[in-house]
């Protein structure tokens, strides 16, 4: 034959190749028509066919595969296979194609990416030409997409995971829980991370252009990673999520308000503009979609008390006057930026080798999506490796000594002190305050109705509090950065001759009152005179404070081995119109001795729970048969709630749906119905949130099983 093969068809096998990847979950791969989605290092099957039967002896067949706008062989995003006989496929970092069978007109081919190709789209072409022809005359353009994803189901790749049960979890389970709360109230907030919608896998690919980050290195998950950990957050650039904590959301959608992930992609992808608003819980959330629809290992962290060092000291520093009163900047800050203590705090572990970092330090590695602080000029942190931050090494990359002091800080309290050359003396540090406990899902189990889903990692970041591995871990990090040298350097005071303990509130429900009690004893010989400062006040999750609930003040003798309590009670009409967002609460105390200059200050945060919304069916759930969704909660105020929505999801029930209704009366139980049609079988799970302008945060879910 003097004329090369003409491609009349590609067949790329879409389904079959799918299952074997690992990827048959995506939506996209069961559209009409089907889109390719792989996993990189891994064999897939193509067949195609041609004008005329192929001759083995003279016709050369080339597959030609290109990733971004300029491919290069050279630089990994352009890869060239020669279709032949070969018997396997053996350079893992090559692009290699060899035949497995020939009918006529049509061939065969089995395809192997190389193990640390690109992330993303990436297009085919091929080329025919007769054997002794110097140019290929004929080229055929498939114009599908190909995705190839990471593939931590081989052990080449670099995001490996050796226990392939838990990529059931980390990979592949589309709907989650992410823990929210102060400590002692926290609990588990549903959450669709989506990751097989069809919006989802084009949307990383907007959102990793709009990062920046280079063609070459989007098989890197080191490079990668770092990079959704700035995308996700609008801050430098025109990233997915704009972050907002005020409690006014009029011109978007609270954050309490999003079942999960999609909504927000989809509208990324539908408008290519930020949408608002997140949180940190929002942003890690989204973090988690992204990196599980790349096959990237990930899970969602919460840090229960979470530190925001502002100024690399490894503390958090409150200061006080000599009158006892906080003061609101920080006087040892030029940047004027105050450290601050959130109630919780939210980020992503990813799993992955760290071939850029000495044995040991591969694994879990953090990464988090809120802007707090700038790493190298952008709002960007991690990949953190949390063995790293359990060592307190803190001068390998990426942001170590930043999570180091967000899980670990010292809380250091400095009163006015004009005979110190520092202008403050350190009246206390407390060592057990910050990172009371990590938590993330356990695998394989979620609990609509409880926490017994979670799991807690506190281990995995720190020694036990208080034990000498931790310290030693600590005062590591401390050795290596100056300033926090000369905090910490700084005496705390000697123990002191009265005991002073503020007692932790942990539930207290909407509409019911409380209480602040500080229980002191004088250990001495002689009376102590005692000057004390209690207060209750609203505080956004952040730390921030909101409104002062009740304030009270005064002074007393105490006799000498006395026991006294202080008592200040809170009652629902002190509380209730100061409430914020979330409804958290911060307790206060601050108490001085004349004798002995000794000064105590202790706080506690809590949260005034909630009630959550009933979620049910009504009959059987059949795919492709309508069901009723019934949705229903009672209003705990005595105000009337504006502005009401329900939102419900499910992956394989329903798409995102808002319900918009009247006005809810004071204490007035309500309950709407939804038609919705179950189009997958199996076990699911629905999402569903409520919102209106006087209340929001309030959540539910329910698992169910669809039958075919």
């Not at 979890?169 to 709360?181: A, F, P, Q, S, T």
């Not at 097989?196 to 084009?202: E, G, K, N, Q, R």
């Not at 959704?228 to 972050?243: F, Y």
């Not at 006395?562 to 958290?584: F, R, S």
Request: with cysteine; glycine share 6%.
């Amino acid at each position: 034959m003097d004329e090369p093969l003409t491609v009349e068809m590609v067949y790329m096998y879409e389904v079959e190749n799918a299952r074997n990847h690992h990827t048959d979950n995506f939506e996209l791969v069961h559209f009409d028509p089907p889109t390719s989605i792989l996993r990189r290092g891994q064999t897939f099957n193509v067949a195609l066919r041609f004008n005329r039967d192929y001759i083995d002896e003279t016709d050369i067949v080339r597959l030609l595969f290109s990733f971004g706008s300029n491919p290069s062989v050279m630089r990994g995003t352009r890869g060239i296979g020669t279709v032949n006989r070969d018997n396997h496929l053996k350079d893992l970092e090559a692009w290699g194609v060899r035949m497995l069978g020939s009918n006529g007109s049509d061939i065969s081919v089995e395809v192997r990416s190389p193990i640390d190709s690109p992330v993303g789209i990436w297009q085919l072409n091929v080329e025919t030409t007769i054997v002794g022809r110097g140019k290929p005359v004929n080229t055929h353009s498939h114009d599908a997409d190909i995705y190839l994803l990471f593939n931590p189901w081989i052990k080449e790749d670099n995001v490996y995971f050796e226990d392939h049960q838990l990529l059931h979890e980390y990979v592949l389970n589309d709907v989650g829980k992410i823990w929210v709360g102060p400590y002692g109230s926290a609990r588990g907030r549903e959450w669709i991370f989506g990751q097989f919608d069809a919006a989802v896998l084009p949307a990383c690919q907007l959102l990793l252009e709009r990062s920046g980050i280079k063609t070459i290195s989007r098989g890197d998950p080191i490079k990668m990673t770092r990079a959704i950990s700035r995308i996700i957050n609008s801050n430098d650039d025109k990233g997915v999520i704009e972050g907002r904590w005020d409690g006014e959301y009029e011109d978007g959608t609270a954050p309490s308000a999003w079942t999960g992930s999609v909504p927000i992609l989809e509208e990324f992808l539908s408008t290519e503009k930020e949408v608002k608003y997140g949180q940190c819980w929002v942003f890690a959330g989204v973090v988690t979609t992204v990196c599980r629809a790349l096959g990237i290992p990930s899970r969602v962290v919460t840090n229960l008390v979470s530190a925001h060092d502002t100024n690399a000291t490894l503390s958090v520093d409150r200061y006080y006057s000599m009158d006892n009163e906080e003061l609101d900047y920080d006087p040892n800050n030029p940047s004027g930026n105050m450290d601050s203590i959130w109630n919780y705090h939210v980020w992503n572990d990813v799993w992955m080798a760290r071939p850029d970092l000495p044995k040991g330090y591969g694994g879990w590695q953090a990464i988090d999506a809120t802007p707090q602080e700038t790493s190298d000029g952008l709002y960007q942190c991690g990949p953190a490796s949390v063995e790293a931050v359990r060592s307190g090494v803190v001068g390998y990359n990426y942001d170590i000594q930043f999570l180091v002091a967000s899980v670990n800080a010292d809380l250091m309290r400095w009163k006015e002190d004009p005979s110190s050359e520092f202008g403050y003396s350190k009246i206390e540090s407390n060592k057990y305050h910050i990172g009371r406990m990590i938590l993330t899902k356990a695998p394989w189990v979620f609990d609509p109705n409880g926490d017994t889903d979670k799991e807690d990692i506190t281990y995995l970041y720190k020694a036990r509090e208080g034990t000498p591995a931790e310290r030693l871990t600590l005062y590591r990090a401390v050795r290596s950065v100056d300033l926090a040298k000369r905090f910490y350097s700084f005496p705390a005071p000697g123990k002191e001759d009265v005991v002073f303990d503020l007692v932790d509130l942990m539930r207290v429900n909407i509409g019911d009152p409380f209480t602040v009690t500080v229980n002191i004893e004088n250990k001495s010989n002689e009376v102590r005179n005692i000057k004390a400062i209690l207060s209750a006040g609203s505080v956004y999750y952040t730390g921030i404070k909101a409104n002062i609930v009740k304030r009270a003040s005064g002074s007393f003798a105490l006799q000498p081995h006395a026991h006294e309590q202080l008592k200040l009670t809170v009652t629902v009409d002190d509380y209730l119109d100061k409430l914020v967002e979330y409804c958290i609460m911060k307790l206060y105390a601050i108490a001085s001795v004349e004798e002995t200059r000794q000064t105590w200050a202790d706080e506690d945060d809590f949260q005034v729970l909630k009630p959550s919304i009933d979620v049910k069916i009504e009959g059987e759930l059949v795919v492709g048969r309508p069901s009723i969704i019934i949705l229903s909660f009672k209003n705990p105020l005595k105000k009337i709630l504006t502005n009401s929505k329900f939102h419900y999801a499910g992956p394989g029930l329903s798409k995102n749906k808002t319900i918009e209704f009247r006005n809810v009366d004071p204490e007035e139980s309500i309950y709407v119905e939804h038609e919705l049609v179950p189009q997958k079988s199996g076990p699911q799970k629905i999402v569903a949130t409520f919102t209106s302008k006087q209340l929001v945060d309030i959540t539910g879910s329910i698992s169910v099983d669809v039958n075919e």
